[in-house]
């Protein structure tokens, strides 16, 4: 497992000038990009705020769980019933699903590989079953990404006000198992200070695209 430091950080801007021109096709097939690491970690904010180097997609999960306060159907997630999941698990329409704190959550097949074959790169943002199993499954670059400290990640889980006490506790008893797992990943990513993790995951996709294609 590799970790960042400064020279990573120092590389990343240096990189970024390679970057072909925004909104341009990027040759060959793109990279699936797993990011995981336990619940309140920041992975939505991260993953959204590298938005910006362009040619890559967030895939939109399926879920059973309820929509929090400000969350969109269809742009968060996929909001839909437990008989729909499972008619959806029924026709292997899953590349990977797991139950995570109590709810099903699953990644659509059908768009990952519409999205790669365009060229683009694709994050999935999943728990560690999830990212094990494409693991198993499919090529791809594989991003843990951990709290500062589990007092930090306890204090943000609070603070996002979403969660009952008995939900926070389960994500809390999951945490230390998911961070325990972490090792088995490509690249982590300490998120203490939301820029420099930004940094890291941009230095992550960008040197990729530098090894695996002419850009
Ligand atoms: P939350 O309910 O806080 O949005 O997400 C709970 C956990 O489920 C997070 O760790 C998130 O990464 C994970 N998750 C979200 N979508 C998927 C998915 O499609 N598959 C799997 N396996 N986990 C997911």
Same mark, same amino acid.
């Given at each position: 497992m590799k970790s +960042? @430091?400064?020279?990573?950080?120092?590389n990343s801007s240096k990189n970024s000038d390679t970057?072909? *021109?925004k909104g341009k096709k990027l040759e060959g097939k793109g990279t699936l990009f797993i990011i995981s690491g336990p619940s309140g970690v920041g992975k $939505?904010?991260?993953?959204? +705020?590298i938005m910006d180097i362009g040619n890559i997609s967030i895939s939109v999960s399926c879920t059973t769980r309820s929509p929090r306060e400000g969350e969109v159907d269809g742009v968060d997630y996929r909001f839909i019933s437990v008989d *729909?999941?499972? %008619?959806? &698990? @029924?026709q292997?329409?899953? &590349?990977?699903? =797991? &139950?995570?704190? $109590?709810d099903m959550y699953g990644t659509l097949r059908g768009e990952i590989d519409m999205v790669l074959e365009s060229g683009d790169d694709m994050i999935l943002e999943i728990d560690v079953q999830g990212a094990f199993q494409v %693991? !198993?499954?499919? @090529?791809c670059v594989s991003v843990f990404v951990l709290p500062p400290s589990i007092e =930090?990640? *306890? *204090? !943000?889980i609070h603070k996002r006000n979403a969660d009952s006490e008995e939900k926070i506790e389960l994500r809390m008893r999951n945490a230390q198992y998911e961070i325990s797992r972490a090792g088995e990943f490509d690249f982590s990513i300490v998120n203490d200070l939301l820029d420099n993790a930004v940094l890291?995951? %941009?230095?992550?996709?960008?040197d990729n695209r530098n090894l695996s294609r002419r850009v």
């Amino acid at each position: 497992m590799k970790s +960042s @430091d400064d020279s990573i950080l120092e590389n990343s801007s240096k990189n970024s000038d390679t970057l072909p *021109e925004k909104g341009k096709k990027l040759e060959g097939k793109g990279t699936l990009f797993i990011i995981s690491g336990p619940s309140g970690v920041g992975k $939505g904010t991260l993953c959204k +705020s590298i938005m910006d180097i362009g040619n890559i997609s967030i895939s939109v999960s399926c879920t059973t769980r309820s929509p929090r306060e400000g969350e969109v159907d269809g742009v968060d997630y996929r909001f839909i019933s437990v008989d *729909e999941f499972n %008619k959806k &698990l @029924d026709q292997s329409l899953f &590349l990977e699903h =797991a &139950l995570v704190h $109590g709810d099903m959550y699953g990644t659509l097949r059908g768009e990952i590989d519409m999205v790669l074959e365009s060229g683009d790169d694709m994050i999935l943002e999943i728990d560690v079953q999830g990212a094990f199993q494409v %693991k !198993r499954m499919m @090529d791809c670059v594989s991003v843990f990404v951990l709290p500062p400290s589990i007092e =930090a990640l *306890e *204090e !943000r889980i609070h603070k996002r006000n979403a969660d009952s006490e008995e939900k926070i506790e389960l994500r809390m008893r999951n945490a230390q198992y998911e961070i325990s797992r972490a090792g088995e990943f490509d690249f982590s990513i300490v998120n203490d200070l939301l820029d420099n993790a930004v940094l890291d995951l %941009k230095k992550i996709i960008i040197d990729n695209r530098n090894l695996s294609r002419r850009v």
